[in-house]
T-cell receptor, first 112, second 110 residues
C-alpha cells in the first residue's frame, strides 16, 4: 500500500510569508507526528496527533507554528511569518499504535 | 521528560568490520526502543526495534541489545557493507511520545 506522503517536497519562500506543509498518513494510522530536522541534525519533535486531537504540542517552537488534522487523515503544519531559522526539513510520521513510526520523505523548507 | 544520548556522532569503519552505536535514556518508563536508518534525502526507516522485556534481538547482520538497569541500548552491525553508510538514530518511547537521539553518521569505507 501507499506510504506516508508529504507535499510539497521542496518549498522556497521569502521571509515573512506563511507556508503550509501537508502530510497524508497511511490509511488507518491513528497517530501522526511532525518533526523538524535542521541540516545535519537530529529529529526535533514538534507535535503529535491522536486522531484529530493534539495531546502534546510541547515541541512547537513558537506561536507562529500551528498544526491541525482532519479526523485520522490529512494533517497540515502552518508556519506564519517565516524566519530564516525555520529553514529545515519537516518530517511527518504516522503509526497505527505508539510503536513503529512510518516516515514520509519530508518537505525541505528554505526561507530566503 | 525523556532524554536520549547517542554516541558516537560519526563512525568510520572498513568494509567487513563491525560497527557499534550506543544510546542511553533517562526515563525508566520507556519500554520501546527503535533504531532508524536515514539515507540522504529520505525519511528515516525502521531497521530494528526492541522492547523492554527483551535483552537482545537479532536480524541478520543487525542486532540490538538492551540493558534496562543501566538504561542503555546498542546497535551492532556486523560485516558492514558500503550500503550501510547512512545516519542512524536511536529512540526511546513510552506511551505515544518518542524521543530520538542526535544521530550517528556511519561511513563504511570500501
Amino acid at each position: 500500500g501507499a506510504g506516508v506522503s508529504q507535499s510539497p517536497s521542496n518549498k522556497v519562500t521569502e521571509k515573512g510569508k506563511d507556508v503550509e506543509l501537508r502530510c497524508d498518513p497511511i490509511s488507518g494510522h491513528t497517530a501522526l507526528y511532525w518533526y523538524r530536522q535542521r541540516l545535519g541534525q537530529g529529529l526535533e519533535f514538534l507535535i503529535y496527533f491522536q486522531g484529530n486531537s493534539a495531546p502534546d504540542k510541547s515541541g512547537l517552537p513558537s506561536d507562529r507554528f500551528s498544526a491541525e488534522r482532519t479526523g485520522e487523515s490529512v494533517s497540515t503544519l502552518t508556519i506564519q511569518r517565516t524566519q530564516q531559522e525555520d529553514s529545515a526539513v519537516y518530517l511527518c510520521a504516522s503509526t497505527p499504535t505508539y510503536n513503529e513510526q512510518f516516515f514520509g520523505p519530508g518537505t525541505r523548507l528554505t526561507v530566503l | 521528560g525523556e532524554n536520549v544520548e547517542q554516541h558516537p556522532s560519526t563512525l568510520s569503519v572498513q568494509e567487513g568490520d563491525s560497527a557499534v552505536i550506543k544510546c542511553t535514556y533517562s526515563d525508566s518508563a520507556s519500554n520501546y526502543f527503535p533504531w532508524y536508518k536515514q539515507e540522504l534525502g529520505k525519511g528515516p526507516q525502521l531497521i530494528i526495534d526492541i522492547r523492554s522485556n527483551v535483552g537482545e534481538k537479532k536480524d541478520q547482520r543487525i542486532a540490538v541489545t538492551l540493558n534496562k538497569t543501566a538504561k542503555h541500548f546498542s546497535l551492532h552491525i556486523t560485516e558492514t557493507q558500503p550500503e550501510d553508510s547512512a545516519v542512524y538514530f536511536c529512540a526511546a518511547s513510552g506511551y505515544q511520545k518518542v524521543t530520538f537521539g542526535t544521530g550517528t553518521k556511519l561511513q563504511v569505507i570500501p
